[in-house]
């Protein structure tokens, strides 16, 4: 049978400050999107006002990274480019949507408390609705095959495609609460043909896709961890060293302890166990990436195989590894 997860959606950053994070990630040579705010009325009638949490992507062929801030409190602070997206919600639902998206990023707001990092891992799946079901069967938690838009930015403008997607919930919690690695989940991609309609993607460091996430736990939950992953991906990991790797095709899961990460990525410690405390980047050229990233003075380390990587201090809570594709 063919495995219904194929590989790395996208992961994501959750920051303190969106201008803060968009001059650092565009420092690094990422094109990021204006970001953008779902917006809601306070009460019936009153003007919509920023909601929840607002987003910007780098977007790739068919991942990319999403760096999530929550709104202000107060409009006028949003970043200048920011834009507001009203949601269409009848009146009679306000109250309870606008408490939904306050439980709905509460876990990730107790995540930002304790510091900025990644704190999104959403795989990619063929089919959410059969990824829920095959998850329920080994006894995995979710919130089943949830109906979301997501904005494609084309030639023709920006447009919006139908997908599902599922979050994975901590079978360990009498609530629907995130999992100890942070909001880990699946989601379909958009049509192959929108998805290569595409505009954007010319990210001046060269980079082609998300392609590999290094995840650390405690040495004392590293056993359950790695067999909840083999069920989440229907896949029985091999050894590197002393880490268990995924192989989801184009891309890979790494999951290992503190001080392995702390081996790979030397002079960047984990910032977060459980979580994750890299990525690696796909890039065209490594050479011409490492050039490009140099002439605009960022600082890089080496991997302990090689990789030149932005330490997590420079980039947000994790470490940032540059790969030739």
Known sequence: MTADITGIHH??????????ALETFRH??????????PALPPKPGEAPEPVGAGNS???FPRSFIEVLAFAPKDPARLPESATL?????PDERLAATRAVLKQTLGG?????????????????????????ERMASVGVRTSGALGAQRPITTADGVRLAGVRFLEVHDAA??????VAEGRVGAAEDAPAALLDAQTGLDHPNGAVGVAEVLMCVDDDRRRSTIERYSRYLDRTPESEGSASVFDLGASRLVLTTARDAAER????????????AAYGIAVRDLETTVDHLRSRGVHLRRTADGRPFVPAAAAHGAAVVFQQA
């Open 173 to 178: 919690s009498a609530a629907f609460g995130m």
């Open 85 to 89: 997206v009203p949601l269409s919600v």
């Open 108 to 132: 990730l707001a107790r995540r930002l408390g304790n510091g900025e990092g990644a704190h999104i891992l959403v795989f990619t799946t063929r089919d959410a609705a059969e990824t829920a």
């Open 28 to 37: 690094l040579g990422f094109r990021l999107h204006a970001p953008a705010y």
């Open 11 to 20: 992961i994501g950053l959750v920051v303190r400050d969106m201008e803060v």
């Open 57 to 59: 992507h780098a977007d």
């Open 265 to 276: 990525l030397p002079g960047s410690a984990p910032r977060h166990v459980p979580g994750l």
